[in-house]
């Protein structure tokens, strides 16, 4: 059975080089836009890339920043300096310290 | 050269662990003494993980980002006079559900947690739960800041706490919580924490808020999303205390699957309120509560419990009636409302005949055939001069309070009833789920504040409807009955009227 790793942004400025850093290196990502908002979906997992998001934004990105675009989310959770993730895997894309 | 920053996993561990102490005055367990009665054993409170790694100075940080942003949507949105360009003036009366139903318990939540996180003897999850505490507190104060401007136009509003505490349908949301929060911690957070929070408020706050949005309500969308935006935090405390008390002794599997279970249905019975403010009460509908629960049950749910498969947790008892139930539970649940429209505190209406084939469209294995030839009957009563009220005070269901509107599981003719003895009395009860509530629980539910009981008792304010409306401090002719012929009508086409004028 299918097992959808989900992030949910707002769809604002703030989110819009999250969301494509999502959609760069995620392949298979499905985008569900709702008024608002937009959810993201892809079969087992989801990964941010610090430096993805950071090419596109032209400054340093922390991935903590991401608290003030997610609304919601599917999946178990990493987080370290470098990625953000949600899973379904195990063991999760890249290894908790 | 400067010592090298320390990574977030180094600083999370600095900065939430080793934080606790061992008691000398005072044993342990008299320190702590709700952490064992539930029966869930803990060998090791350090495994817990928080997968956020968010420390309590990085947590103010965001935290006021977010109100910053907020705050400056709801200064804009009073100032540029946001509500005259709300969809229709329909919209207003979901606002008036939100803040007297769902607000009230995001307080509630805020104990709930401040609880959780006094008698938790393991420091991670008194941390989160901390964290936790406060944003539900925050939840409370931006949507009455939001709300209150609405509050300035639109009947309804301005008694939502003391309504909380009295009004009949109030006190399904409420009795929710009261429960929760007079149970264990360990069961608050499954309930809570994992029930409602991962399983359950995405339905509310996703879907529910875009359709906020798509009806114009900048304001009510901000607060919704910035309330989310904490969410997900929350969505991930849930699944850890899940994980962590399934992974700490085989014994807790029975109890936390019996928590489950129970808290899954409750959630399901309160978010039928949220069923029918997306299918009914939003005048330009975005999403169906069918896709709703598609999407964040179904798919999302799961996801969810195909991975906890591994612990031997099945997904919740009942899912599958809850699921069926989604065809049904918005379309019921708003004929209570138009039947009760004299004693409710926002306004009803029959949806219009665009309304009626969206809804045709988004259910056509019910509405036309159980539902639209209702709407239609009463619609032309109403023309007639025959409005249908329903002047019997109903049957509440023991566990939920709904009133017993519901229909069996694959009869959506026959109204379910179910019943239980206990201690000589008879209880009754709208469906298995709730059934089985009571059943493993009666002396708590037993003790229940069923508001037609009450009314019956002669504990809210007298016999008649005057006095109860009185009691619930409800403005007869303002905040009740429907929509159509309400000062918010009147006032809404008079605003309408002023924008015609402005344009010519």
């Avoid at chain 2, 996993?9 to 539930?38: C, I, N």
């Avoid at chain 2, 003897?121 to 609405?150: C, F, K, N, W």
Wanted: charge should be negative.
């Amino acid at each position: 059975m299918s097992q959808l790793a989900s992030l949910t942004f707002y769809h604002n400025d703030d989110a819009r080089p999250v969301i494509e850093a999502i959609l760069a290196d995620n392949p298979g990502v499905q985008v569900l836009n709702m008024p608002g908002v937009v959810k993201l979906d892809r079969e087992g997992d989801i990964v941010i890339k610090r430096t993805t998001v950071e090419e596109r934004l032209g400054r340093p990105w922390d991935p903590q920043e991401i608290h003030l675009i997610l609304i919601s989310m599917a999946g178990n959770l990493d987080e370290d300096d470098d990625a953000f993730s949600v899973s379904w895997k195990h063991p999760p894309p890249f290894n908790r310290g | 050269m400067s010592a090298k920053k320390l990574g977030l996993k180094q600083r999370y561990a600095h900065m939430t662990r080793g934080l606790d102490w061992e008691t000398s005055y005072q044993p342990m367990d008299k320190v702590f003494p709700y952490d064992s009665f539930e029966g869930i054993k803990i060998k090791d409170w350090s495994a817990w993980e928080d997968p956020f790694r968010l420390t309590m100075d990085t947590y103010w940080k965001f935290q006021a980002e977010k109100e910053r942003k907020l705050y400056a949507v709801i200064d804009a949105f009073a100032q540029n006079n946001g509500q005259t360009g709300i969809s229709d003036g329909r919209y207003a009366n979901v606002l008036k559900l939100f803040l007297t139903g769902i607000s009230p318990a995001e307080y509630q939540a805020h104990r709930g947690f401040a609880f959780a996180g006094r008698h938790l003897r393991g420091v991670g999850p008194r941390v989160a739960a901390q964290m936790q505490s406060l944003d539900e507190l925050r939840h409370l104060q931006t949507q009455i800041h939001t709300i209150s401007h609405y509050n300035k136009h639109f009947d309804g509003i301005s008694e939502f706490s003391h309504m909380h505490d009295r009004v009949w349908y109030l006190s399904v949301p409420k009795s929710f919580f009261d429960d929760a929060r007079s149970a264990g911690p360990f069961e608050y957070m499954i309930a809570i924490g994992f029930a409602f929070e991962y399983v359950l408020t995405n339905l509310l706050f996703v879907p529910f808020m875009s359709g906020a949005a798509y009806n114009g309500d900048m304001s009510t969308v901000t607060f919704g999303f910035s309330a989310q935006s904490d969410e997900s935090r929350h969505m991930t405390l849930g699944i850890e205390v899940i994980k962590f008390l399934l992974e700490q002794h085989p014994d807790n599997l029975p109890i936390v699957q019996k928590w489950v279970d129970k808290w899954f249905w409750r959630g399901h019975r309160v978010l039928g309120l949220v069923a029918m403010m997306m299918d009914y009460m939003l005048p330009k509908p975005v999403m169906s509560w069918k896709e709703a629960w598609e999407i964040y049950y179904t798919q999302a749910g799961g996801a969810l419990f195909q991975d906890l498969a591994r612990y031997g947790l099945r997904p919740p008892k009942y899912a599958d009636i809850a699921t069926a139930e989604a065809e049904h539970i918005s379309h019921q649940n708003w004929a209570i409302f138009y039947q009760y429209t004299h004693a409710a505190a926002f306004h009803t209406w029959i949806p219009d005949a665009k309304h009626m084939d969206w809804l045709s469209e988004k259910y056509p294995n019910t509405f036309d055939k159980y539902y639209r030839p209702r709407w239609e009957m009463w619609g032309r009563m109403a023309k007639e001069g025959k409005r249908f009220y329903n002047m019997a005070l109903p049957q509440l269901c023991q566990t939920c309070q709904i009133p017993m509107g519901y229909t069996e599981p694959g009869d959506p003719t026959t109204i379910a009833f179910r019943s239980s003895r206990f201690r000589g009395e008879t209880y009754h009860f709208c469906s298995d789920g709730c059934k089985d509530i009571f059943d493993a629980e009666p002396e708590k539910f037993a003790q229940s504040w069923l508001p037609v009981h009450q009314i019956f008792q002669g504990n809210c304010g007298g016999a008649t409807i005057p006095d109860v409306l009185n009691y619930y401090r409800l403005a007869n002719g303002a905040d009740n009955l429907d929509y159509v012929g309400s000062p918010d009508e009147k006032l809404w086409n008079e605003w309408q009227a002023d924008k015609l004028k402005t344009a010519v």
